[in-house]
């Protein structure tokens, strides 16, 4: 056999010490995070809608993403997946958020409703919602849950809000079709400030 090193030899060489040294490491990180060191839970209980729900998580999953995929809420829609334009949004503890930029582990203990979760008990919709139906809001509709939220929350913080102050609620709400004053009206109607 001859022992001269070729250029071929060197190459497996490489590669052969690369891939067991990236395995020695894998293992060595793998043992560390089954040991709890570092590692996140990956099934966790959420509170989605007033019901608590079991869902596999991964530490770097967006409550929007989960909202979709995993618990077949798709009420909730992913539009700029950057926190900017809030057909994502949704209401933790009370406060409208952005779902794609929230990770779904920071829910984990606390309440979080989304679109699916506004109607009434009996399964009717909520005041915006029919008033966001009377006022010709929705038009695509790709904006309408997010707008539905951010009305929501405005109105259980305050149940009769100026034009002004329902135009700031709703600003982080972008409309592709342009229905801003459809959406606003909706919303003081819904407060019983027009008939």
Do not use: W
């Amino acid at each position: 056999m001859n022992s001269k090193l070729t250029r071929r030899r060197f190459i497996k060489g490489v590669i052969f010490s690369g891939a067991a040294a990236t395995t020695s490491t894998g293992l060595y990180l793998a043992s560390n995070a089954q040991s709890g060191q570092g590692a996140a839970e990956r099934l966790i209980n959420l509170n989605i809608n007033g019901r608590t729900r079991p869902v596999d998580v991964m530490p770097s999953e967006t409550l929007a993403y989960t909202l979709r995929y995993k618990l077949d809420l798709t009420g909730t829609k992913i539009g700029c997946n950057r926190g900017e334009c809030g057909a994502c949004t949704v209401l933790i503890n009370g406060i409208p958020n952005y779902s794609c930029s929230v990770l779904t582990h920071n829910v984990k203990d606390k309440a979080v409703i989304s679109i699916e979760g506004v109607k009434d008990a009996d399964g009717t919709l909520h005041a915006v919602q029919a008033a966001f139906v009377t006022e010709n809001a929705p038009q695509c509709g790709f904006c309408t849950p997010g707008q539905v939220m951010s009305a929501v929350a405005l109105l259980n913080n305050n149940p009769r809000p100026s034009r002004q102050e329902v135009r700031q609620a709703l600003s982080g709400n972008l409309c592709r079709c342009g229905a801003y004053e459809h959406y606003i009206n909706g919303t003081l109607r819904a407060s019983g400030q027009i008939a």
